[in-house]
């Protein structure tokens, strides 16, 4: 009988990978991983690791601590650059600002997703100065960034071809709420996706504005958006029109940020609200009842 193999017989070289596989590997990495680590092990990788087809998609969401912003932001840049111009994909949380996505807008025509997470460097002002840049952008994620009907607005007017809106910000005063639904009621007709969830200020009005400017909706999130009254005609034209229906009071489980809203419910002083651009913290409500979950 044969003796068991030894232990070096069965060691496989990763640089007899074959390339396709290794691209593969290196890809579940996720952005930062590449540049700080896998691209340093050796010549090939980094080789490979410098091919614009490894950044068709950039991902830097959840960052960590281990980073500084500027450091993170410096990352970006050189994975945008490392694209060259191939670039369909990027999201990025916490440490954006309107001068990286001017830079991003700038290297990425043929953008086609965006995904700002957090990021209360992005203003009104720097995404309305660059959505002309991206023609062919599909679909827009902003969440608790302080963006508002001008940024609506201006993505609306210059990307023909969104599909899919996320737009989720807390505390949004009623009349700057309305202005928003309004602003995409009226620049993004072709809207096929749109998820608001956490707009808890978000009217029947408002809502019923938005059903009349995109009739091409097919999937609608209002989840916590506690205003809503969907009884009556509005709540039978939802479910005609709308193919995939979140409710106000449906499950936040597969929420992507349900760990950062606490699950309080207040009456009467508001003791917490994060990302609060309308309230002045502390003030009170006679009629106020929020969500925090």
Same mark, same amino acid.
């Given at each position: 009988?044969?003796?068991?193999?030894?232990?070096?017989? &069965?060691?496989?070289n990763w640089l007899e990978l074959p390339?396709? =596989?290794? /691209?593969?590997?290196?890809?579940?990495?996720?952005?930062?991983?590449?540049?700080?680590?896998?691209?340093?092990?050796?010549?090939?990788?980094? /080789?490979?690791? /410098?091919?614009?087809?490894?950044? +068709?998609?950039?991902?830097?969401?959840?960052?960590?601590?281990?980073?500084?912003?500027?450091? +993170?932001?410096?990352?970006?840049?050189?994975?945008?650059?490392?694209?060259?111009?191939?670039?369909?994909?990027?999201?990025?949380d916490d440490f954006g600002t309107d &001068?990286? =996505?001017?830079?991003?807008?700038?290297?990425?025509?043929?953008?086609?997703?965006?995904?700002?997470?957090?990021?209360?460097?992005?203003?009104?002002?720097?995404?309305?100065?660059?959505?002309? /840049?991206?023609?062919?952008? %599909?679909? +827009?994620?902003?969440?608790?960034?302080?963006?508002?009907?001008?940024?609506?607005?201006?993505?609306?007017?210059?990307?023909?071809?969104?599909?899919?809106?996320?737009?989720?910000?807390?505390?949004?005063?009623?009349?700057?709420?309305?202005?928003?639904?309004?602003?995409?009621?009226?620049?993004?007709?072709?809207?096929?996706?749109?998820?608001?969830?956490?707009?808890?200020?978000?009217?029947?009005?408002?809502?019923?504005?938005?059903?009349?400017?995109?009739?091409h909706l097919e999937s609608l999130d209002?989840?916590?958006?506690?205003?809503?009254?969907?009884?009556?005609?509005?709540?039978?034209?939802?479910?005609?029109?709308?193919?995939?229906?979140?409710?106000?009071?449906?499950?936040?489980?597969?929420? %992507?940020?349900?760990?950062?809203?606490? &699950?309080?419910?207040?009456?009467?002083?508001?003791?917490?609200?994060?990302?609060?651009?309308?309230?002045?913290?502390?003030?009170?409500?006679?009629?106020?009842?929020?969500?925090?979950?």
């Amino acid at each position: 009988m044969d003796p068991p193999p030894h232990p070096s017989d &069965e060691f496989r070289n990763w640089l007899e990978l074959p390339r396709d =596989l290794t /691209k593969s590997i290196l890809l579940r990495l996720g952005a930062i991983e590449i540049l700080t680590s896998a691209q340093w092990v050796c010549s090939p990788w980094r /080789k490979l690791c /410098k091919d614009p087809s490894m950044w +068709l998609a950039i991902d830097m969401r959840k960052p960590g601590d281990h980073w500084t912003f500027p450091e +993170l932001e410096k990352m970006c840049r050189d994975a945008v650059d490392r694209s060259c111009g191939q670039l369909v994909d990027i999201k990025v949380d916490d440490f954006g600002t309107d &001068e990286l =996505l001017r830079h991003i807008a700038d290297s990425s025509s043929q953008l086609k997703r965006l995904r700002l997470a957090n990021c209360l460097g992005v203003s009104d002002g720097g995404l309305s100065g660059v959505a002309a /840049k991206l023609p062919l952008l %599909e679909e +827009l994620a902003i969440s608790y960034c302080p963006l508002s009907k001008e940024a609506l607005e201006a993505v609306g007017r210059c990307c023909p071809l969104l599909k899919s809106l996320q737009f989720n910000n807390w505390f949004r005063g009623s009349k700057r709420c309305h202005e928003e639904a309004l602003a995409i009621a009226e620049n993004m007709s072709k809207l096929r996706c749109l998820n608001l969830v956490g707009t808890y200020t978000l009217t029947n009005d408002s809502l019923q504005a938005i059903l009349d400017g995109c009739p091409h909706l097919e999937s609608l999130d209002l989840r916590r958006c506690k205003d809503l009254t969907l009884e009556g005609n509005l709540g039978r034209r939802c479910a005609e029109q709308i193919k995939d229906l979140r409710l106000p009071h449906d499950s936040i489980d597969d929420y %992507e940020f349900k760990e950062d809203i606490c &699950e309080l419910r207040i009456t009467g002083t508001v003791l917490f609200s994060p990302h609060d651009y309308d309230f002045d913290f502390g003030s009170r409500f006679d009629d106020a009842d929020f969500w925090f979950d």
